[in-house]
Nanobody, 127 residues
């Protein structure tokens, strides 16, 4: 059963912006911290940013601060988490994954064993 669905990836040029979306259609995710990771070929998965259950606390990987912004919408029918990526660079090329954990943002920040993962969306930035 697929719980988190990412969308919005694609091929862009360096300097462009892209907005990724993660949809959690089960309302239980209202109580989950949610965030974004990425994994490039031959590299380990890395935490990019996350937001707590109500969206009032966020944390980011230092190297993307100022370029990437996370937001969430706990809507009536689903939970949506967005990753706005600006001034993209070729080194941002990776599979981007949405994640959720009931224990809180600190689990995501520490790249722990989170409860749920999405299947990922490919982002490719050409130079």
């Amino acid at each position: 059963q697929v719980h988190l669905v990412e969308s919005g990836g694609g091929l862009v040029q360096a300097g462009d912006s892209l907005r990724l979306s993660c949809t959690a259609s089960e309302l239980l995710f209202v109580n989950y911290a949610m965030g974004w990771f990425r994994q490039a070929p031959g590299k380990e998965r890395e935490f990019l940013g996350g937001v707590n259950w109500n969206g009032d606390t966020a944390d980011y990987l230092d190297s993307v601060k100022g370029r990437f912004t996370i937001s969430r919408d706990n809507a009536d029918n689903a939970v949506y988490v967005y990753l706005q990526m600006d001034r993209l660079k070729p080194e941002d090329t990776a599979v981007y994954l949405c994640a959720a954990d009931i224990r809180g943002l600190h689990i995501l920040v520490n790249n722990g064993q989170v409860d749920y993962w999405g299947q990922g969306t490919q982002v490719t930035v050409s130079s």
